[in-house]
């Protein structure tokens, strides 16, 4: 009785200091959440518009801001933290029932990886499971849209001891080491797939570093793949852009907001000549790059990378406006 009583003061406490950190109950990152809002594709109207990409886009594009701007339904949202949009773009290329708009935002290591980079190409396991679908997924997912908005501390390692120990012990750290690999909750995700950085994230500079140093410590390791091949990337990617074009859909390549050393990063590992004018220049699609656009330009990424809830509707806001003006020109059909 004891015992039950200490556990559920424990869990109470745990529950009230994650709300308290603004990190409320949110939907688990895992694959069977990315599956169903798949399917939903598959049952809507083929002409739909369908946001596909990482993280950036993910946080950055804010849907019911689409639609106040007179952007018709309401677009699907299967951009994912850490994954590479190509095999996304290859499973609308083979859709037959699709002729709509993809929305595909380009974060250059991410888009530009190689295929050996097992992280942001276990997409092709999300694909997988969507075209496989069963009613055992059905039910899993179905308890998870139940449960998991409820409690925070369903969130993976929550309760754990060990990985709160892990997270928040300091230890000196060795001359010439790079910052420990401490992941942050600091983005939360709901049942359309659309994430957003924790509200308040950006006035507390303490957990913005160690979203940094845990920025600084992934972006090292990818040193560790071979890089992309750019000349078959390209030649796939322009393929099945015209799969797509062929029954009367359009794609258009978004690049969101980077800032500070992770944008310097890019400048010397995807140069922008080499990799993000290529694409536009050989798909021939509407390519929408944030430093084109005095308007989509000037905004500051807390942690180099990720666009705040406000700063998300203020950019889908300009960016909607540039997407009509360029259509209503007939450029990139």
């Excluded at 942690?303 to 450029?331: C, M, W």
Aim: hydrophobic letters at 40%; charged letters at 25%; glycine letters at 8%.
């Amino acid at each position: 009785m004891v015992a039950a009583i200490l556990a559920i003061i424990t869990i109470g406490w745990r529950e009230w200091s994650l709300r308290e950190s603004g990190s409320g109950p949110a939907l688990a990152l895992q694959p069977g959440l990315w599956a169903w809002q798949r399917n939903l594709v598959r049952k809507a109207e083929p002409d739909s518009t369908v946001v596909v990409g990482s993280s950036r886009i993910s946080f950055g594009f804010d849907q019911d801001e689409w639609v106040r701007c007179g952007g018709g339904p309401r677009p699907f949202m299967l951009a994912w933290p850490a994954i590479c949009p190509r095999p996304q773009l290859h499973d609308f290329a083979t859709d037959e029932s699709f002729h709509g708009t993809l929305l595909v935002g380009v974060t250059p290591g991410f888009f530009f990886c190689s295929s050996a980079n097992s992280i942001p190409m276990r997409v092709q396991q999300f694909v997988a499971l969507a075209r496989h679908w069963g009613p055992a997924d059905d039910i899993e997912q179905r308890c998870r849209f139940l449960l998991e908005p409820r409690f925070s501390i369903l969130l993976n390692g929550e309760t754990s001891l060990l990985t709160w120990l892990r997270y928040r012990l300091d230890l000196p750290q060795r001359a010439g080491q790079l910052p420990a690999f401490r992941d942050s909750r600091f983005f939360w995700i709901d049942e359309h797939c659309r994430g957003r950085l924790i509200e308040g994230f950006e006035k507390r500079p303490e957990e913005i570093q160690v979203v940094c140093n845990w920025l600084q410590t992934w972006l090292a390791t990818q040193t560790l793949y071979p890089p992309g091949n750019l000349d078959l990337i390209v030649q796939e990617v322009v393929a099945d852009v015209q799969k797509i074009r062929a029954r009367g859909g359009r794609v258009i390549f978004v690049r969101f907001p980077s800032t500070g050393w992770y944008r310097d990063d890019e400048r010397v590992q995807q140069p922008r000549v080499a990799y993000w004018d290529r694409l536009i220049r050989e798909t021939g699609c509407l390519g929408i790059h944030f430093e084109d656009y005095p308007e989509l330009s000037g905004f500051d990424c807390p942690e180099n990378s990720h666009l705040t809830q406000p700063d998300a509707i203020k950019f889908t806001r300009r960016l909607y406006a540039i997407v009509a003006s360029q259509s209503k020109r007939g450029k990139h059909d």
